[in-house]
């Protein structure tokens, strides 16, 4: 039995594609690690107040995050992982865009927050925030994505490691060389750690994979196609920043720090199913070149391994979130709470996210982006309406109702789509 034992681990450790895993996996545990102590810094140091206000300003920023390379980057992971000698040109498209594209949305975003400002954060802090997460950030995207796209996995894990090092550092700058630390303050560590990882990450992307090839002509090709991803990627964004937003607006900023910490807890304990999802992405768009049946077949596959994760995850949030208000203070006690009405949400990521990579692998991403904008339409009509009458818990309440029905949509295109395929072939 031993023998037997011994031998299914040997074969399952040889495999490459587990290796890859355990690769993001064990990397993302530094960051799950790095990530809570500076969220406990930042939050004990600011209290629900300016937290809520700072977490308000993000949600804000993320808004136009998907549209910051216009979809280039999925583009580069799409075309290099089906043809690895596209890499520089479509490297040096997507830097291009993302400094074409994001120029413009800071210009906005500081336009519509100087006019209808967030408490207690300046126009300074508002354009810090923005260029860390809307040029420094999507760079540093890109040459994660280069990485993955050509399967050198390890280094997309040091690259997204990295971000959480710096912020970190920063974290504790803040507290150790500040004796009254404030929002501005912050802003200005929080863009410097970022504004690190890109340069870090592109010296690692050039000597390892390639430099890129910029081509002026070429901004201004696969608009369509890139807005496709983006739109997609805007609509998860809108569904997961929205109740944030609008809890800063119809709300309380107080009622964002008690909401935005079980968010952010609750969004550290996806990082594996999200390991899983990052090392299989490139093998989708590999499998669906051949139709919707290939990529199905690998999301098939993954699937015990992510739900059996997301009922391990789901004990864990059960147990962890009493223990919430005696980390993060006794004000943080109802972010215990939301973080246990948050835990059936990992079953439902756990799945839609298959789906979501199976349409997207075999070139339906259409149809994944109408099902994310539809359920960002829906997200917005119940945070309106419930936001206003139960400050956090209606935010919490919209957001449970929108990732059921964004499951239900991305699996009945992928059932569609695969009888159609199966009646075409047959």
């Given at each position: 039995?031993?023998?037997?034992?011994?031998?299914?681990?040997?074969?399952?450790?040889?495999?490459?594609?587990?290796?890859?895993?355990?690769?993001?996996?064990?990397?993302?545990?530094?960051?799950?690690?790095l990530q809570a102590v500076y969220f406990v810094i930042i939050a004990r140091t600011f209290g629900p107040d300016e937290y809520g206000s700072f977490i308000g300003t993000l949600a804000v920023v993320s808004l136009f995050y998907p549209f910051a390379s216009w979809g280039s980057n999925w583009l580069l992971i799409q075309n290099v992982s089906r043809d690895q000698s596209s890499f520089a040109d479509y490297c040096g498209t997507a830097i291009l865009k993302n400094l074409a594209f994001s120029s413009a949305f800071i210009l906005i975003i500081s336009l519509i927050l100087s006019l209808y400002p967030i408490p207690n954060m300046s126009i300074y802090s508002v354009f810090l925030l923005s260029l860390a997460n809307l040029i420094f950030l999507p760079l540093s995207d890109i040459c994660r994505d280069a990485f993955m796209s050509v399967g050198l996995m390890k280094y997309a894990g040091i690259v997204i490691t990295l971000l959480s090092v710096n912020r970190f550092l920063g974290s504790l700058a803040l507290i150790t060389l500040f004796e009254t630390p404030t929002l501005l303050i912050w802003s200005v560590l929080y863009c410097i750690a970022t504004f690190a990882t890109t340069v870090i990450s592109s010296i690692l992307m050039f000597r390892l994979i390639g430099y890129p090839k910029f081509k002026l002509h070429r901004v201004t090709q696969e608009l369509a196609q890139g807005f496709a991803f983006s739109i997609g990627a805007s609509a998860e964004s809108i569904y997961s920043e929205l109740d944030k937003s609008m809890l800063v607006k119809l709300a309380t900023v107080e009622s964002v720090g008690i909401y935005g910490a079980a968010v952010q807890i609750f969004n550290v304990s996806l990082?594996?199913?999200?390991?899983?999802?990052?090392?299989?992405?490139?093998?989708?768009?590999?499998?669906?070149?051949?139709?919707?049946?290939?990529?199905?077949?690998?999301?098939?596959?993954?699937?015990?391994l992510t739900?059996?994760?997301?009922?391990?995850?789901?004990?864990?949030?059960?147990?962890?979130?009493?223990?919430?208000?005696?980390?993060?203070?006794?004000?943080?006690?109802?972010?215990?709470?939301?973080?246990?009405?948050?835990?059936?949400?990992i079953f439902m990521k756990a799945t839609h996210s298959l789906a979501a990579d199976v349409l997207a692998g075999a070139n339906y991403q259409k149809a994944r982006s109408i099902s994310q904008v539809l359920v960002a339409f829906l997200n917005g009509v119940l945070n309106f309406w419930l936001i206003p009458l139960y400050q956090w818990r209606g935010a919490l309440w919209a957001t449970l109702a929108s990732e059921l029905l964004l499951a239900i949509l991305l699996w009945s295109f992928v059932y569609t789509y695969s009888k159609k395929s199966c009646q075409d072939s047959g």
């Open positions: 039995m031993r023998k037997k034992i011994h031998s299914t681990l040997n074969k399952v450790l040889k495999n490459a594609f587990v290796r890859d895993v355990w690769t993001i996996f064990s990397t993302s545990l530094l960051k799950i690690l990082t594996p199913i999200q390991a899983v999802m990052m090392t299989a992405y490139r093998k989708f768009f590999q499998k669906g070149a051949s139709g919707i049946n290939g990529s199905l077949e690998l999301a098939k596959k993954l699937l015990p739900l059996g994760y997301a009922g391990l995850g789901f004990v864990g949030i059960i147990l962890f979130a009493p223990l919430l208000p005696k980390i993060l203070g006794e004000e943080y006690a109802d972010s215990a709470l939301a973080l246990m009405w948050f835990s059936p949400l």
